[in-house]
């Protein structure tokens, strides 16, 4: 678990991540090709000033711990630790990419306390098109901080990667709710698998620790393997807590509404909940799960815990935080990785609730 020194290390360390901000958009705007066009890049100013705000900043920080924790120490300069910063907050712009366009896929209201983008008078679907200059201006500032460096094009490609593999999950996690009505042959712990990897432990996990593994110039193939191996895990774990929040969490907590039950997603509690029901529950399942009807919610909501899925659930996150530091501490003495930046992301997220 997280000492208290490590919880105000984390802290100082936000709280320096988000001083950056202003800056690195500053220079968005009057450093890259945003500059040919004040209009627009004052308007992106603006999507990235209100889509940035809120959350944890999991991303971005992994980014700059993931660097600091394998950079030879002799090697960190304040220029470096910078360099990582906006780096990582260009992890969290692609974070508030899927978000935005996530958002009006799921019909949602609020996000982080506070109204979607495209919910927003006078957005609405012109969000799409802000999406993709949060995408745009990702690569402006890759180009301008890191354009220079050798491993610049592994960099892009692992953008580029996690791109493709989120919207490979945000597919199957779309069809999956949008399926016949009636049809959960495919609610299966695999298939769940499946859409985490791809939609969530890529751009959360393996995207950051790997943007330092390159930072810190280490390029060999089997680590990043290795690398990826275990932020896959980490990730799934992150996703079944976030399911688990989005039903049994407090709004005022999680600055955000529940929707997976209405909106009839392949979540970690559904398919724990087919897997336990009798006959009957099975029917009040089907006839309820999916529905926006808002006692058909609420019966859903009875149905998880008259299955108990509350405890069911804390005793997963122990296994699977037990299983992921075991794997850890298997890492040979050889690898340029260390065990430590694994155990503190665990920590950053190990009995969250929001």
Not at 56 to 83: M, Q, W
């Amino acid at each position: 678990m997280a000492t208290n020194a490590s919880i105000s290390e984390l802290q100082r360390e936000k709280e320096t991540f988000q001083d950056l901000l202003p800056n690195v958009i500053e220079t968005l705007v009057k450093e890259t090709r945003f500059r040919n066009m004040p209009e627009v890049a004052n308007w992106t100013k603006e999507v990235l000033e209100y889509n940035l705000q809120g959350g944890k900043k999991t991303r971005g920080l992994t980014t700059t711990l993931a660097y600091e924790t394998l950079e030879s120490p002799e090697n960190i300069t304040e220029e470096s630790l910078k360099v990582s910063r906006v780096v990582g907050w260009c992890v969290e712009m692609l974070h508030a990419y899927f978000l935005v366009l996530d958002d009006i896929m799921d019909s949602s209201t609020k996000r982080r306390g506070v109204p979607c983008w495209y919910h927003l008078p006078n957005i609405g679907l012109g969000a799409i098109n802000d999406s993709i200059l949060i995408h745009s201006a990702i690569h402006e500032i890759l180009k301008l901080y890191c354009g220079n460096m050798p491993q610049y094009r592994h960099i892009v490609d692992l953008f580029n990667e996690a791109l493709l593999y989120t919207s490979m999950g945000q597919h199957l996690d779309f069809t999956m709710a949008h399926r016949n009505k009636n049809d959960y042959s495919l609610f299966t712990l695999e298939r769940y698998s499946s859409i985490v990897k791809y939609k969530t432990a890529y751009y959360t996990y393996k995207l950051p620790v790997c943007l330092g593994l390159l930072l810190a110039n280490k390029l060999d193939k089997e680590t990043h393997r290795k690398a990826e191996e275990i932020c896959l895990e980490i990730g799934h774990l992150f996703q079944m807590q976030d399911d688990f929040i989005d039903n049994f969490g407090i709004e005022k907590v999680t600055g955000k509404v529940g929707t997976d039950i209405q909106e009839g997603k392949c979540s970690w509690l559904a398919v724990q909940a087919l897997q336990r029901c009798n006959p009957n529950q099975k029917k009040v399942f089907v006839v309820c799960y999916g529905s926006p009807e808002p006692a058909h919610i609420d019966r859903i909501r009875r149905l998880y815990e008259e299955l108990d899925l509350r405890s069911i659930y804390h005793e997963e996150e122990r296994k699977l935080y037990n299983s992921v530091v075991e794997h850890v501490r298997k890492l040979p003495k050889e690898t340029s990785m260390s065990p430590d930046l694994f155990l503190k992301l665990l920590d950053m997220i190990y009995d969250r609730k929001n």
